[in-house]
């Protein structure tokens, strides 16, 4: 395995303006992404208050059941003490989810490595779980390639109700068949019977999509000491109760500045990335396993489709006394996070980097900071087969990954194009039209009314030509297969569906070519967090 660093445009505006310090963007944020941030964070983090010992607790009965490494170990006792967090999430996707979440990680871990070094204090790497994202429609899947098409293999039905991943069942049989099916079309390997064993026996511990995807992710990165916490964990609602009071006790003002800031960067030219309303309460209220959003009308908090509302102090009464029936949403999950744990910096990609955008003010409403954003590593990974391929029709791996790969592909398509063939259908049909003119104009003169039927006719001529034109196209694009499947698998490895590969494969693909030792060996690499484009020769 090798890592090798490349430029490829960022075609995210907002991202690109980011990682290069443009004014526009900076002014939306405390910290520019820049190493003096980090020292300057630290020391403002030190009027942070963190209820350490009752989190550390938290953390640890939630992380129990799925094996604590001595290091995991190692950074629970630091975050007791002194210690600041690198943090990053994702939802619970099925197989991790798209090789992101795997990227997001190994970011969250090298970053904190990097500024453990730098700072010369405890920097702990926390992953936030999702686990309250109720759109299973979102995790429920994952994706191979071939012959230029994707193929999307879905666990079960869709999901009918709003339940939160955390919340959802698994059943152990359709989960084993949906794998199953998946590993089916990667092909079978010296590591494919292994790595099934070892994601049945994690499966068969599992209960939930969440379960499944952090016993998934603990696996992969146990030996980093990486701390997990899921965002619905029953007893980390208990810890936030009074982060639950402040955020309703603000919610008309963080709804208000949330509004501003985000009309001020559609006005930038950034989009809209919340959809951000004054009405908002930007909390969910958890009914039955399910999740409805409230809204603010007449000093109450409602909610139409699950029949309830709330004065302000039955909501302070609530997050008192049941906070688990509370649940935030994109603009109140930043504040929460941010109010647990003592927070050095927050990993994200780039559709989180928008809505953290509108949040500067609204930090600020609850007295405090937007940490340090770090956009998370970007990784392509490139096997053995493709770097053979690519050799052979000597196409570099950024032009690979910027979408050359199609254009060559049609160069060629068009260079062994039958040309001569299309002529002669050409001309034919030119014949055959001034020929059905003749019939027409004899039909004409001899008061035979069978225009419609001679039209008909010539179109049922056409079309077979069109028909036999096709056909030769097919047979010679038949005939050139071998090459141009080179182009396809190229194209379906590096740029799956038009686009980059971390947001449609999951890691077991090139687990299963490479083995079970993939993340730690990527691990191992010497990444810099420089914005660059991470690729990595298995």
């Given at each position: 395995?090798?890592?090798?660093?490349?430029?490829?445009?960022?075609?995210?505006?907002?991202?690109?303006?980011?990682?290069?310090?443009?004014?526009?963007?900076?002014?939306?944020?405390?910290?520019?992404?820049?190493?003096?941030?980090?020292?300057?964070?630290?020391?403002?983090?030190?009027?942070?208050?963190?209820?350490?010992?009752?989190?550390?607790?938290?953390?640890?009965?939630?992380?129990?059941?799925?094996?604590?490494?001595?290091?995991?170990?190692?950074?629970?006792?630091?975050?007791?003490?002194?210690?600041?967090?690198?943090?990053?999430?994702?939802?619970?996707?099925?197989?991790?989810g798209?090789?992101?979440?795997?990227?997001?990680?190994?970011?969250?871990?090298?970053?904190?490595?990097?500024?453990?070094?730098?700072?010369?204090?405890?920097?702990?790497?926390?992953?936030?779980?999702?686990?309250?994202?109720?759109?299973i429609?979102?995790i429920?899947?994952?994706?191979?390639?071939?012959?230029g098409?994707?193929?999307?293999?879905?666990?079960?039905?869709?999901?009918?109700?709003?339940?939160?991943?955390?919340?959802?069942?698994?059943?152990?049989?359709?989960?084993?068949?949906?794998?199953?099916?998946?590993?089916?079309?990667?092909?079978?390997?010296?590591?494919?019977?292994?790595l099934?064993?070892?994601?049945?026996?994690?499966?068969?511990?599992?209960?939930?999509y969440?379960?499944?995807?952090?016993?998934?992710?603990?696996?992969?990165?146990?030996?980093?000491?990486?701390?997990?916490?899921?965002?619905?964990?029953?007893?980390?609602?208990?810890?936030?109760?009074?982060?639950?009071?402040?955020?309703?006790?603000n919610?008309?003002?963080?709804?208000?500045?949330?509004?501003?800031?985000?009309?001020?960067?559609?006005?930038?030219?950034?989009?809209?990335?919340?959809?951000?309303?004054?009405?908002?309460?930007?909390?969910?209220?958890?009914?039955?396993?399910?999740?409805?959003?409230?809204?603010?009308?007449?000093?109450?908090?409602?909610?139409?489709?699950?029949?309830?509302?709330?004065?302000?102090?039955?909501?302070?009464?609530?997050?008192?006394?049941?906070?688990?029936?509370?649940?935030?949403?994109?603009?109140?999950?930043?504040?929460?996070?941010?109010?647990?744990?003592?927070?050095?910096?927050?990993?994200?990609?780039?559709?989180?980097?928008?809505?953290?955008?509108?949040?500067?003010?609204?930090?600020?409403?609850?007295?405090?900071?937007?940490?340090?954003?770090?956009?998370?590593?970007?990784?392509?990974?490139?096997?053995?087969?493709?770097?053979?391929?690519?050799?052979?029709?000597?196409?570099?791996?950024?032009?690979?990954?910027?979408?050359?790969?199609g254009?060559?592909?049609?160069?060629?398509?068009?260079?062994?194009?039958?040309?001569?063939?299309?002529?002669?259908?050409?001309?034919?049909?030119?014949?055959?039209?001034?020929?059905y003119?003749?019939?027409?104009?004899?039909?004409?003169?001899?008061?035979?009314?069978?225009?419609?039927?001679?039209?008909?006719?010539?179109?049922?001529?056409?079309?077979q030509?069109?028909f036999?034109?096709?056909?030769?196209?097919?047979?010679?694009?038949?005939?050139?297969?071998?090459?141009?499947?080179?182009?396809?698998?190229?194209?379906?490895?590096?740029?799956?569906?038009?686009?980059?590969?971390?947001?449609?494969?999951?890691?077991?693909?090139?687990?299963?070519?490479?083995?079970?030792?993939?993340?730690?060996?990527?691990?191992?690499?010497?990444?810099?967090?420089?914005?660059?484009?991470?690729?990595?020769?298995?």
């Amino acid at each position: 395995m090798k890592l090798e660093q490349i430029e490829i445009p960022v075609t995210n505006h907002l991202l690109d303006d980011y990682r290069h310090g443009k004014s526009s963007i900076l002014s939306f944020f405390h910290y520019p992404n820049e190493e003096k941030s980090f020292s300057k964070r630290l020391e403002d983090l030190q009027k942070h208050p963190i209820r350490r010992e009752q989190l550390v607790m938290v953390i640890r009965k939630f992380m129990e059941p799925l094996e604590i490494s001595e290091k995991a170990e190692k950074h629970l006792q630091e975050l007791e003490e002194n210690a600041v967090v690198v943090i990053g999430g994702q939802q619970s996707g099925l197989l991790t989810g798209p090789l992101y979440s795997v990227h997001k990680a190994i970011s969250v871990i090298l970053l904190a490595q990097q500024q453990r070094g730098k700072l010369g204090i405890p920097v702990v790497p926390v992953f936030w779980i999702a686990g309250e994202d109720h759109d299973i429609d979102e995790i429920n899947h994952t994706f191979t390639a071939a012959n230029g098409r994707l193929e999307k293999h879905i666990y079960g039905e869709r999901s009918k109700r709003k339940t939160m991943a955390s919340t959802t069942m698994l059943d152990v049989e359709t989960t084993r068949k949906f794998i199953h099916e998946t590993f089916m079309q990667y092909g079978e390997t010296a590591y494919t019977g292994d790595l099934l064993a070892k994601i049945d026996a994690i499966l068969l511990k599992s209960s939930t999509y969440t379960d499944f995807f952090v016993r998934l992710m603990n696996w992969l990165f146990k030996e980093e000491g990486l701390l997990f916490i899921d965002a619905a964990y029953s007893s980390l609602r208990e810890y936030e109760s009074p982060y639950f009071e402040k955020i309703i006790q603000n919610a008309e003002e963080i709804a208000d500045v949330v509004t501003i800031r985000e009309a001020d960067l559609t006005e930038l030219g950034y989009g809209t990335p919340i959809g951000a309303t004054k009405e908002a309460a930007n909390l969910f209220y958890v009914k039955d396993g399910e999740r409805f959003l409230l809204e603010r009308h007449g000093g109450k908090f409602i909610n139409h489709m699950a029949n309830v509302q709330f004065t302000t102090s039955e909501m302070l009464e609530l997050a008192k006394e049941n906070p688990t029936c509370l649940s935030n949403n994109v603009v109140t999950r930043p504040l929460m996070q941010d109010m647990v744990f003592p927070v050095l910096a927050f990993v994200g990609g780039p559709g989180e980097l928008a809505y953290w955008s509108t949040l500067k003010d609204a930090f600020e409403t609850l007295g405090m900071k937007v940490p340090v954003f770090v956009p998370r590593m970007n990784m392509t990974i490139v096997d053995r087969q493709v770097q053979s391929l690519l050799e052979e029709v000597q196409i570099t791996v950024p032009d690979a990954i910027t979408g050359k790969t199609g254009t060559r592909r049609m160069s060629f398509e068009d260079k062994v194009y039958d040309e001569k063939s299309k002529q002669m259908i050409v001309k034919t049909k030119q014949l055959l039209r001034t020929q059905y003119d003749v019939i027409q104009e004899h039909l004409r003169n001899t008061n035979i009314n069978l225009e419609k039927l001679v039209d008909k006719n010539l179109s049922i001529h056409e079309s077979q030509l069109d028909f036999l034109m096709r056909k030769i196209e097919n047979e010679v694009l038949l005939q050139n297969d071998v090459q141009l499947r080179k182009y396809r698998t190229i194209e379906d490895r590096l740029l799956p569906g038009g686009g980059l590969q971390e947001r449609t494969f999951n890691p077991f693909q090139f687990m299963n070519e490479y083995g079970e030792e993939l993340v730690k060996d990527m691990l191992s690499l010497q990444f810099k967090l420089n914005g660059q484009h991470n690729v990595i020769y298995l």
